[in-house]
T-cell receptor, first 113, second 116 residues
Framework: AQSVTQPDIHITVSEGASLELRCNYS??????LFWYVQSPGQGLQLLLK??????LVQGIKGFEAEFKRSQSSFNLRKPSVHWSDAAEYFC???????????FGKGTRLHILP | DTGVSQNPRHKITKRGQNVTFRCDPI?????LYWYRQTLGQGPEFLTY????????KSRLLSDRFSAERPKGSFSTLEIQRTEQGDSAMYLC??????????????FGSGTQLSVL
């Protein structure tokens, strides 16, 4: 069965600094990979997704993620964070033929002014 | 597109009581998912539907939990004989899956359950 691990529970960065959130997945084949964001009092919103093709995917709000099969990783990046990026970020994985989507435990991002 | 709607937003109940939540997905979406989220954790998969068919139910889900989607539109999640450990945010999501492609999940705002 597929699973996903987010090693960092909390990440703190200064506004304007670059960001990388880590995600490692476990699945035998090429999975479907997602990053979702949950702001306080808001529902989960899709940032980006990877199904196949170019391993560097662009998402909304200036985020991007890179799929690395050799490392079983799908890390989320942003070159310059804004205070409004403070939120909880979830990596998620779906198997190719099984539509169940499994979420990681999340990484809470804190932004220093 | 009015989004995914969940009712009620909050539910407070006493241990041992039954509760039922409702989810209205985006109208053209054929997939509907239920997740549970506790503080500091990611959404935990409970079950999902393709139209009215329940495709999978999590093995973590006890027999006290049941979900239906009788006409392939709205869905209900019932918890019988609630326990304090059932306290959580219950999230509903829907999606439109076309062929082999995976479309994104649209989440509702959730129902916050508190069992006293």
């Amino acid at each position: 069965a597929q699973s996903v691990t987010q090693p960092d529970i909390h990440i703190t960065v200064s506004e304007g600094a670059s960001l990388e959130l880590r995600c490692n997945y476990s699945y035998g084949a090429t999975p479907y990979l997602f990053w979702y964001v949950q702001s306080p009092g808001q529902g989960l919103q899709l940032l980006l997704k990877y199904f196949s093709g170019d391993t560097l995917v662009q998402g909304i709000k200036g985020f991007e993620a890179e799929f690395k099969r050799s490392q079983s990783s799908f890390n989320l990046r942003k070159p310059s964070v804004h205070w409004s990026d403070a939120a909880e970020y979830f990596c998620a994985v779906g198997a190719t033929r099984d539509d169940k989507i499994i979420f990681g435990k999340g990484t809470r991002l804190h932004i220093l002014p | 597109d009015t989004g995914v709607s969940q009712n009620p937003r909050h539910k407070i109940t006493k241990r041992g009581q039954n509760v039922t939540f409702r989810c209205d997905p985006i109208s053209e979406h054929n997939r509907l998912y239920w997740y549970r989220q506790t503080l500091g954790q990611g959404p935990e998969f409970l079950t999902y539907f393709q139209n009215e068919a329940q495709l999978e139910k999590s093995r973590l889900l006890s027999d006290r939990f049941s979900a239906e989607r009788p006409k392939g539109s709205f869905s209900t999640l019932e918890i019988q004989r609630t326990e304090q450990g059932d306290s959580a945010m219950y999230l509903c999501a829907s999606s439109q899956n076309r062929g082999g492609a995976r479309e994104k999940l649209f989440f509702g705002s959730g129902t916050q359950l508190s069992v006293l």
